[in-house]
């Protein structure tokens, strides 16, 4: 069945780094664009960066834009969230999602992970 | 960015009641609309995709409506297991999918 699991959260100093996984597995990893998406305690969702399946092409949200990067390893079914010059307002459980297009307007993001936890605090 | 706002915010209701919640986009979006159920500590679950569309595996008290700006979700009789935050993502503006700010539904 498919599955998405993330890794990496944790605490970090105002300005540190941390790198995000999401371990895909189930389906064809390689065949899928990928999306992190963030909520922060007491708010609602929120985009912050997708990638294209074959890896060349990302987008982000304006609030991480040129302090996140987000990649991605096909051959090792696995997604990816570097952030860097970290700030309080990015504490958030972070998610992975799996973006799925049949066509049409069916296009949505069918799995989920069960998020990591990533707190920026001195 | 196209932006989505959801009417009410918060909603409180009953075992067995018919519930709406409501989500607006701030231009035309087709039926690039999907709605999500998310409850604390678990993954957002998808419901509905392509506006009206039901989700394998969803249940049919779930069901979703409309097309360009307005869009609603529509529970036909409220289960206890229904109880969460509720948001509409647009899938439009590729690939900048923005959520709505959320409805949380809790219980009488």
């Known amino acids: 069945q498919v599955q998405l699991v993330e890794s990496g959260g944790g605490v970090v100093q105002p300005g540190g780094s941390l790198r995000l996984s999401c371990a895909a597995s189930g389906f064809t990893f390689g065949g899928h664009g990928m999306l992190w998406v963030r909520q922060a305690a007491g708010k609602g969702l929120e985009w912050v960066a997708y990638i294209r399946s074959d890896g060349n092409n990302q987008y982000y949200a304006d609030s991480v834009k040129g302090r996140f990067t987000i990649s991605r390893d096909n051959s090792k079914n696995t997604l990816y969230l570097q952030m860097n010059s970290l700030r309080p307002e990015d504490t958030a459980v972070h998610y992975c999602?799996?973006?799925?297009?049949?066509?049409?307007?069916?296009?949505?993001?069918?799995?989920w992970g069960q998020g990591t936890l990533v707190t920026v605090s001195s | 960015d196209i932006q989505l706002t959801q009417s009410p915010s918060f909603l409180s209701a009953s075992v067995g009641d018919r519930v709406t919640i409501t989500c607006r986009a701030s231009?035309?979006?087709?039926?690039?609309l999907a709605w999500y159920q998310h409850k604390p500590g678990k993954a957002p679950k998808l419901l509905i995709y392509a506006a009206s569309t039901l989700q394998s595996g969803v249940p049919s008290r779930f069901s979703g409506s409309g097309s360009g700006t307005e869009f609603t979700l529509t529970i036909s009789s409220l289960q206890p297991e229904d109880f969460a935050t509720y948001y509409c993502?647009?899938?439009?503006?590729?690939?900048?999918?923005?959520f709505g700010p959320g409805t949380k539904v809790d219980i009488k």
């Open positions: 999602a799996r973006y799925y297009d049949s066509g049409g307007a069916s296009r949505y993001f069918d799995y």
């Open positions: 231009q035309d979006i087709s039926s690039y």
């Open positions: 993502q647009q899938l439009n503006d590729y690939p900048r999918f923005t």
